[in-house]
């Protein structure tokens, strides 16, 4: 069984920083692509990075140059360092599995919430 559980989220200052963590069980780590989505209420669920199983990363413009994803094998979790935090950044966080691309998982977490004070 796919298990993906998210951890790190909380509450920081505008400027601040985070690292969320993505811990996967039940399947080859290294088969899948781990992306990054982040929803508000209201909105859609919206896929912002990913890293490939090789490790290949992809960034939204949004978080590019302020946010870093990072895998390790070893430990079978993904990474996502999180600075320079800003009000808009305040959703829940998810980590999703893909096989076959980033964009259309079909394993998820449930999720943690990151909230960015101003």
């Known amino acids: 069984e796919v298990q993906l559980v998210e951890s790190g989220g909380g509450l920081v200052q505008t400027g601040g920083s985070l690292r969320l963590s993505c811990a996967a069980s039940?399947?080859?780590?290294?088969?899948?692509?781990i992306a990054w989505f982040r929803q508000v209420p209201g909105a859609l669920r919206e896929g912002f990075s990913c890293?490939?199983?090789?490790?290949?990363?992809y960034y939204a413009d949004a978080v590019k140059g302020r946010f870093t994803i990072s895998k390790d094998n070893a430990k079978n979790t993904v990474y996502l360092q999180m600075n320079n935090l800003k009000t808009e950044d305040t959703a829940v966080y998810y980590c999703?599995?893909?096989?076959?691309?980033?964009?259309?998982?079909?394993?998820w977490g449930q999720g943690t919430q990151v909230t960015v004070s101003s």
């Open positions: 999703a599995a893909d096989r076959d691309g980033c964009w259309s998982p079909g394993s």
């Open positions: 039940g399947f080859t780590f290294d088969d899948y692509n």
């Open positions: 890293i490939t199983g090789t490790g290949t990363t």
